[in-house]
């Protein structure tokens, strides 16, 4: 099970072997066998050709149709793939990898309500089919039941523990509800599981970031970029990251000191960072108001009073200041703290 984006996995797409009803032509099989050899190399012409003279032999052999609907969802043609494992399904109603590939269709489509429903048919067929009860927890996921969704993944794991994804979903979940200290630790399970795997990593950095660890999130997301240099997220997350940590220094003393002398909102603002990087929060919330009290219109100093508020459940302090992060700021300023006011924003416009 792997990840085609941060958002979906590709399911495990199980070639059949279930039982039949009928006797089945001794050609069929053979055909059908050497098409799932074909589909297994990539060879999608040559597969489907074999799977198609095996449904000559046996026009009611469920396999093939099954078998079909996967050349079909590699070639990203949804609406004949569903054609075909709904084929497979009316010829044998107790056939799990069709439930299963039924249900990754519709993930596809964004019919969440129709997946969990095929999900849970293929998992009613085998309980202990492993890949659609991860695509089940996914889809729990997008239908937005957290709760739900925890319990699947506790399932997946208690059977498989050594699988990366399950673990680096569960961050994504904990990042979204502000859990950042849990998101911290899944993450980190993931890349020890599967050091390359790009998405862990970039959440692992986003998960740093949200529990005010920057330097840490600083080096997640050089090991994001070392495995793939175009991840612009991972990129643009960096260079936050790197400030933030520059100005999160050990010597807090000297910032103070600073800050004293100078009393400008810059330096009110690395004071505040300093104390936040400590875990100093009602001194560093101190400090970003004296920062605005300066200059109003220093959005650094909203954008960090913004995710401060939020970790308090102030909304609607943290909604005034997220609108003056993204006026006052630029993408290249502060893209986490942005992208985390957009959101914000967004969700409180949806309600």
């Known amino acids: 099970m792997r990840r085609l984006a941060i958002v979906l996995a590709t399911a495990a797409l199980g070639l059949a072997a279930c039982k039949t009803a009928a006797p089945v ?11 799932t050899q074909y589909l297994e190399q990539g060879l999608l012409d040559k597969a489907q050709h ?3 003279l095996a449904l ?3 026009p009611d052999y469920p396999e093939p149709y099954n078998n079909l609907c996967l050349v079909w969802i590699k070639r990203e043609n949804y609406g004949k793939a569903k054609d075909l494992c709904i084929k497979a399904l009316r010829l044998n109603n107790d056939f799990a990898e069709a439930y299963n590939n039924l249900g990754y269709i519709y993930l596809q489509e964004k019919s969440y ?3 969990h429903d095929a999900f849970v048919n293929a998992l009613k067929v085998n309980p202990g089919y492993i890949e659609a009860r991860y695509n089940l927890c996914l889809t729990l996921l997008r239908l937005e039941k957290g709760a739900d969704a925890r319990v699947c993944y506790d399932k997946v794991i208690e059977v498989n523990p050594n699988v990366a994804d399950p673990y680096h979903d569960l961050c994504m979940l904990d990042i ?12 980190t399970r ?3 599981l599967d050091p390359r795997y790009v998405g862990a990593f970039f959440h692992l950095g986003r998960a740093y970031q949200g529990a005010g660890k920057h330097c840490e999130a600083q080096e997640a997301y050089k090991q994001c970029i070392a495995l793939d240099e175009s991840h612009a997220e991972c990129r643009n997350n960096l260079s936050s990251a790197a400030r933030h940590c ?3 220094s050990p ?8 800050a004293d002398n100078e009393a400008s909102p810059y330096s009110m603002y690395k004071l505040g960072l300093a104390e936040k990087e400590k875990g100093l929060l009602p001194e560093a919330e101190r400090h970003f108001k004296k920062c605005l009290r300066i200059d109003g219109r220093f959005g650094l100093c909203h954008c960090q009073l913004a995710e401060l508020n939020r970790r308090l459940a102030n909304n609607s302090e943290a909604d005034a200041h997220c609108r003056k992060c993204l006026s006052y700021t630029t993408e290249e300023q502060m893209s986490a703290e942005r992208e985390m006011c957009a959101r914000l924003l967004e969700e409180e416009a949806e309600e």
């Open 25 to 35: 032509h001794p050609l069929a099989i053979e055909h059908n066998t050497y098409g």
């Open 50 to 52: 074999r799977f198609e």
């Open 56 to 58: 000559e032999y046996n």
């Open 113 to 115: 309500g129709k997946a």
């Open 176 to 187: 979204l509800e502000g859990g950042f200290a849990d998101a911290v630790r899944f993450c």
């Open 190 to 192: 993931a890349v020890e």
């Open 246 to 248: 520059a100005l999160a």
């Open 251 to 258: 010597h807090l003393d000297e910032i103070k000191d600073q």
